[in-house]
């Protein structure tokens, strides 16, 4: 399998940390070498003429960042934020991006033998935002692709 991410990533080799989200009842995870900060959600403004995952620009500490809904960008519907709705801001070649969660779980320690790569049917991966898929005890992860996920339109 051909990787596409620039940035050194060894996760699948020797294991390492992920931040644990929720979008529905599904469990994600992002390297935590890629994570910046957790916020809780502020003003969103809102930019016209974006695509619909794109929720707008926030100010953070005098920096503005774009805002992406994570299930939109995964074709699901909205739900009202709640009191565990956060943003989960990462860094991807010096671009600050921030992803709205419907909720942060953990850090995790995974190990390499717990990672497995995304199916293929017809060998074409059909998930093109999903890295690999991490079985841990009776869980199961999906490891997002970062480049794809804030790179691609």
Do not use: H
């Not at 992406?68 to 739900?79: L, P, Q, Y």
């Amino acid at each position: 399998m051909e990787e596409i991410y620039n940035e050194s990533s060894n996760i699948a080799v020797e294991g390492g940390e992920i931040l644990q989200f929720e979008i529905d009842d599904a469990i994600y995870g992002i390297e935590i070498q890629y994570i910046t900060e957790i916020i809780q959600i502020p003003q969103i403004t809102i930019v016209p003429k974006v695509p619909d995952y794109i929720k707008g620009v926030v100010n953070l500490r005098g920096k503005v960042i774009p805002v992406m809904s994570v299930r939109r960008r995964f074709g699901k519907e909205e739900i009202p934020f709640d009191d565990r709705t956060c943003i989960v801001v990462i860094s991807w070649e010096n671009l600050a991006v921030g992803l709205i969660v419907d909720g942060v779980r953990e850090v995790a320690q995974i190990k390499p033998e717990e990672i497995s790569l995304t199916p293929n049917y017809k060998n074409v991966n059909t998930n093109k935002y999903i890295r690999y898929i991490i079985e841990s005890g009776d869980e199961i992860k999906l490891l997002l692709n970062c480049e794809t996920l804030i790179m691609e339109r």
